[in-house]
Structures are given as structure tokens and as C-alpha cells.
């Protein structure tokens, strides 16, 4: 999400500065009129950059929870954290969380109902607690979908509980929310970014996938939904896609 996100911002007359860790993406970064850095973000020190001479800072790398040990990802949050309150420059940064970090379990799933244990919300308050000069922005992302992420992909790999909800949102609207929020939001906020209808997986697999996908051998688990109240109430702009059952893809 991060390459569209800046093709966004560019087009919208912003000079837009992206990092990453791969010296062959310079180049494709330059062709879409980015100023690419080479950089890694390190568990200790500074991050002694120009990258940083910037108003807004935008951090979307998550954590390889698969690879990575949880305690390094925060190490590398805290020393990033650390970078970005000595810059005066500095107004914004937007944090791409997850909506992961609320418990898998039944029922509406707000703000306020993260798992304080879980490394991503203990990111977005290391992020919080040290960047006292700046406005943190806290969007907590449903699962992205849109383009070549299709959720059929994931049908028919592993076992799925066909009456349980659907927590997604397409790429066009994150993008768009992010823009938004990078443009015109100026208050410290954590929000729920995802697609207001929640159909269920099966139906999902049904009118998506074309699927039929029956499994009587597991129990019925509604799962979480999450509540997008408070985004909708700040941003002004209506859903391109809300409803996931019409997502467009490639």
C-alpha cells in the first residue's frame, strides 16, 4: 500500500519521499517522480537522515511477526520514534496499525477494545508517548484488499467458518482515507479503517469466489466486526467500495 499511497500524494502536488531497504526499487521509484532513500531502520541510535526533513512521516512497514521477534520490531518503533522527536520540522506522522490488535472473538470492535499485549498496540503507544510534539495519527488497517489481493486466493487453503464476518477494505479507499488524513487532519486520533458492510466469509466464497464452500464440522463463530463509527464521522467523503461482495480486482 505504501508505493500507491505516494503515487497518490505526488499527484496530489505533494513532494513525496519514500524509503525502502531494496536497491532495485530506486529506480522505479524514480520513475514515478518519488525522491527514493536507501535506508534500514536499526534497533539502536539515530536515524541520521534527511529523509526525515520532511512535515508529515508516514510509517507503514509491518512487522514480520513470523520472522521477526515482536521485541525487535518495538525496538526499531522506539528507535524511529526517538529519530522523529528531534525534528522540529516534523508536525505529523500517520501510523499504518492493524486491526489485528483487537482479540479474535465474537461481537463490534472499537477503538478502545484493543489487547494492550499485543506488539502493534504497544507500537502505537511507544509512538504516542514520545512524540509529544507532533499529532499521531493511529489508522488501524482491515485486511487490504483490491487489485491483485483477492480473497480467493485464500479460500480452499485452509478452513474457514463460513458464517463468520469479513473485515476488509479496498486499496482505493485506504489510500484515499490516508491522503485525507495526511492533508487535512490535524488532531492526534487512533482509527478504524475498513469497508462499513461485513459479509460473511461464505458469502465471500459464494458471489466472490464462486465457490461453494460448505462446512458443517465446524461450530458457528459470528467473529469480530469491526466498528467504524468514528471514521465515519470525521471523514467527509463516502466509500468508493463498501461493500466487499463488489471489491473490483484484477
Known sequence: MGLPLAILLRNKNWKVKVSTTSI??????????????LLTVEKEGYLDSDFLDSEVIVICFPPKFKSENPEDYLLKIRHLALSISGVDKIKKVVFVSSTSVYED?????????????????????ILSEKLTHQKVIVARMAGLMGYDRNPCKYFGIREFVAESAVNY?????ATEILAWLVEHFEESITLNLSAPNHPTRGQIAEIVCKKQQPNPKLKTKKGKIINTDLLQQIYPKKFLFPDPLKFKYL
Open 24 to 37: 532495485h526499487k530506486i529506480e522505479d521509484f524514480n520513475s514515478f517522480n518519488l525522491v527514493p532513500y
Open 105 to 125: 472473538s465474537d461481537g463490534m470492535k472499537s477503538e478502545p477494545d484493543a489487547d494492550v499485549n499485543h506488539p502493534l498496540f504497544k507500537a502505537e503507544k
Open 169 to 173: 477494505i479496498h486499496r482505493d479507499d
